[in-house]
């Protein structure tokens, strides 16, 4: 069912790029938000070579228009060193997910939300690394910023409660 609605969406996306490249130009906010989606929903749906390959293509055209730390081109990156994390480019994302967190916390503040979903996908690089203190220190900080930001029932706050646990098992193996 989800993958049939991701095939679905990326046929619509694909049929109507050529046209907002045409009607708006490549350096337009709709092609270019057009092309972005197309790329999340690539990773998404299983092909994050594919994602890469449009965020390579985006993101130098995205930070022309928008501004190299715009917070358009910062969920960019991130979404690239998501899929990077994917194909198992580990040390790629991580270096990639720390300047995005680095410059959200400049932006936003430590405890913004997009400051902590970056810092979130750090944590979980680290533990695709099998670095499980690593993982912990830092979602123990994104528990304590999101209980902060959002409450203790919020499920971003309850998500990362659960991925302490399970990293938390994993360190004790």
């Known amino acids: 069912m989800f993958l049939e609605n991701y095939v679905e969406s990326m046929q619509i996306l694909n049929s109507v790029l050529p046209t907002a490249k045409s009607n708006f ?14 790329a999340n929903t690539s990773s998404r749906s299983g092909d994050p070579g594919k994602a890469i390959h449009i965020y390579d293509e985006i993101i130098p055209t995205a930070e022309r228009v928008f501004g190299e730390d715009s917070p358009t081109v910062l ?25 995005v967190h680095e410059k959200r ?3 936003f503040g430590a405890n913004d939300v997009r400051a902590l979903r970056a810092k979130n996908a750090i ?4 533990n695709e690394k099998m670095e499980f203190s690593k ?14 930001m959002l409450g203790e029932n919020h499920p971003y706050t309850m998500n990362v409660q659960k991925q302490i646990g399970r990293a938390s098992c994993r360190e004790r193996v």
């Open 25 to 38: 130009g490549t350096q337009h906010n709709l092609t270019i938000d057009i092309l972005g989606t197309l």
């Open 75 to 99: 969920t960019y990156k991130c979404s690239k060193a998501l899929a990077l994390g994917k194909l198992g480019r580990l040390d790629e994302s991580l270096s990639l997910l720390h300047y």
């Open 105 to 107: 916390v400049t932006i």
């Open 123 to 126: 944590g979980f690089v680290h």
């Open 135 to 148: 993982a912990l220190e830092v979602w123990e900080q994104v528990e304590e910023g999101f209980k902060h």
